[in-house]
């Protein structure tokens, strides 16, 4: 089904089957990054497709990397962090803050300019949080001002990486992308570099870099040490096999568990708990869910997750929870929108600078179908329709792929049609319509 134009979402039958989900984007993201910086050739599975797996490639590529993708396979020729050239151009990091937030703390260790650019989205997403730390380790990282917004930097971003100096650093915010491309430059320092976050995000850096050799440890307490003093500076290639992306699976879920009749098995699906936040969101909301675990790919769970339709309450999500679950929370909106009562998301400033503001968003898009939203600085009330929504309209993604989505699986259920702008979607999950229409969707 072609995922340029838009998606005719209608009321839809009961979804019924088995499927899989691409490759997990920020493991994907990792898998390709992380291989770049090994000796040897490091072949993945199950790769994510979106565009935003594909700028870090093309990204790569254009720093002297050898990377081919056939499909959901990747294989990439390490050249290690020394064989990393200087790019001829700006490199375009798309839509995707994890591109641009991990190669601005590889490139920060490397002694050549970089400029990293990206869509209109990405250009208006905050850069301080990684130039405030990787300056203070010694490199050089300028952005664009912005009248009003002191202080803050916006990409474009220019680099100019030199001889780093290992720090111990709190970060300010929680955040998986900041944590990563301060290992990346800490791996690269002198001395050793001592990270604590205010929560704990999610772990795959620390589980894959561990798993190649890295002289990563994290204490009982959460900080993460990098002590690259004695190290031989080299990553050791493996095979690396990707699990299913538990925020594509989610939409699924939601899905199945909102369309009365419905029940799906997602199958081979990352199972990480600093991630799957969303499973127990929705257990605590009454979800029928059975989640099996089933293996382990580099130390990250893997599973089948079993969703049936049924009546879901309203609950709260906030603290660990909603940082375990940052990513999920527009799905996870929807199953709110039809569930008995109120659900209040709290502690989720972040979600103003994601891909789009998903608060007011979000806020935008269930009122748009005709559910109760009260938008809060930090988070977002959703009034439970316990039914079916009016629905109709056309969805607003602004650039953000999980938004569209949230109006598709929203539109499931809603009694008149929606309209869906796709391009979005091909972000993270090209696959998502073809899917649900598999399972027995109604979309055109
Ligand atoms: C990601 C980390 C999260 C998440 C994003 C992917 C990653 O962002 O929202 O979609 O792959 O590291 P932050 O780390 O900025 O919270």
């Known amino acids: ?45 199950g790769l994510g497709r979106g565009g935003d797996n594909l700028s870090t490639a093309s990204a790569l590529r254009a720093l002297g990397v050898d990377v081919q993708i056939d499909g959901g396979d990747a294989r990439v020729r390490g050249v290690g962090f020394a064989g990393l050239r200087a790019a001829a151009a700006a490199l375009d990091c798309g839509n995707s ?4 937030r991990l190669l601005a703390g590889l490139l920060a260790g490397r002694p ?18 990684v130039a405030e730390p990787l300056r203070k380790m010694g490199a050089t990282v300028e952005g664009r001002a912005e009248p009003g917004r002191p202080g803050e930097i916006f ?50 850096t620390e589980r894959m870099l561990r798993s190649l050799g890295a002289p990563i440890s994290v204490d009982a307490t959460g900080a993460i040490a990098v002590e690259p003093d004695g190290w031989d500076g080299r990553l050791r290639a493996a095979r690396i096999a990707i699990p299913g992306d538990l925020s594509s699976a989610t939409f699924l879920i939601v899905a199945a568990l909102t369309v009365p009749g419905s029940e799906i098995t997602v199958e081979n699906v990352g199972l990480n708990p600093t991630r799957a936040g969303a499973l127990d969101v929705l257990r605590a909301m009454g979800a029928d869910l059975s989640i099996e675990e089933t293996g382990d790919a580099m130390g ?10 049924g009546r879901l309450r309203g609950t709260r999500v906030d603290g660990e929870l909603a940082l375990r679950a940052i990513d999920e929370i527009p799905a996870l909106a929807v199953a709110a929108a039809l569930a008995d009562g109120e659900t209040v998301f709290a502690d989720l400033a972040e979600l103003r600078i994601k891909e789009s503001d998903r608060i007011a968003a979000l806020a935008r898009e269930l009122g748009r179908a005709g559910v109760g939203v009260e938008e809060r600085p930090d988070g977002f009330v959703v009034t439970g329709l316990a039914g079916r929504p009016p629905g109709g309209g056309t969805v607003v993604p602004e650039h953000d792929h999980r938004i569209a989505m ?19 979607i091909l972000t993270s999950f090209p696959t998502f319509a073809e899917t649900l229409v598999g399972l027995g969707a109604s979309i055109d």
């Not at 300019?113 to 301080?128: I, Q, Y």
Request: net charge positive; hydrophobic share 35%; charged share 25%.
């Open 406 to 424: 949230t109006g598709a699986i929203l539109g499931l259920t809603s009694a008149d049609e929606t309209t869906v702008p796709a391009a979005d």
């Open 155 to 204: 990409p474009p971003l220019r680099i100019r990486g030199g001889a780093l100096t290992g720090i111990r650093y709190d970060l300010p915010v929680a955040s998986a992308q900041l944590k990563t491309a301060l290992i990346l430059a800490g791996l690269q320092a002198r001395g050793p570099t001592v990270l604590r976050e205010p929560g704990r995000s999610r772990d795959h």
């Open 300 to 309: 990250e769970p893997v599973g089948r997750v079993r969703a049936r339709a």
């Open 1 to 45: 089904m072609p995922m340029s134009t838009s998606l005719q979402v209608r009321r839809s039958g009961p979804l019924r089957g088995t499927c899989s989900v691409p490759g997990d984007k920020s493991i994907s993201h990792r898998a390709l990054l992380f291989g770049a910086l090994t000796d040897g050739v490091v072949e993945a599975t």
């Open 97 to 100: 803050g994890t591109t641009i």
């Open 112 to 129: 050549f300019a970089t400029e990293l650019r990206g869509d209109a989205s990405l250009t208006r997403r905050p850069m301080r949080r």
